[in-house]
């Protein structure tokens, strides 16, 4: 639970730090903008895990799956009160501004790559949890 709820904060502070210092370093724009996506598939399926503790690292991918996507289609919904949401800061890094396969793709990446970090973190954070002592 610790190590992913590391991971999760470590991925909005990269993401953050990627998408207001990425262009000022010379890195090119669709690393910046794809980037920032795939972090941000990356964070969901680490919130996921956090609420779920539960489910199975499958399950997890596919529920942050359905989320990205849910997502990513509600762009499609133009109402003037939730343009000027989208607008913000805010609404541009929760929701987006415009509808791309581009990000589907991208946030499929980030979720992959976030299952495979979780599953490279999880026999850590157990090497660092005590065994249960059983009594002999």
Not at 81 to 93: I, K, P, Q, S, V
Request: net charge positive; charged share 10%; hydrophobic share 60%.
């Amino acid at each position: 639970m610790t190590a992913r709820a590391c991971l999760f904060v470590g991925i909005i502070v990269a993401g953050l730090a990627l998408r207001h210092f990425g262009l000022g370093l010379g890195i090119p724009a669709s690393i910046v903008k794809y980037g920032g996506s795939v972090l941000w598939g990356a964070m969901v399926f680490f919130l996921v895990a956090i609420a779920s503790r539960r489910l199975s690292r499958l399950q997890i991918a596919s529920v942050s799956a359905l989320i990205a996507v849910g997502v990513e289609l509600f762009r499609l919904v133009h109402t003037p009160w939730l343009d000027a949401f989208r607008l913000t800061l805010a609404g541009a890094l929760l929701l987006g501004r415009i509808f791309s396969m581009w990000d589907i793709l991208s946030y499929a990446a980030g979720i992959w790559l976030a299952l495979l970090l979780d599953r490279l973190a999880g026999p850590i954070a157990a090497l660092k949890t005590p065994a249960p002592h059983s009594p002999s």
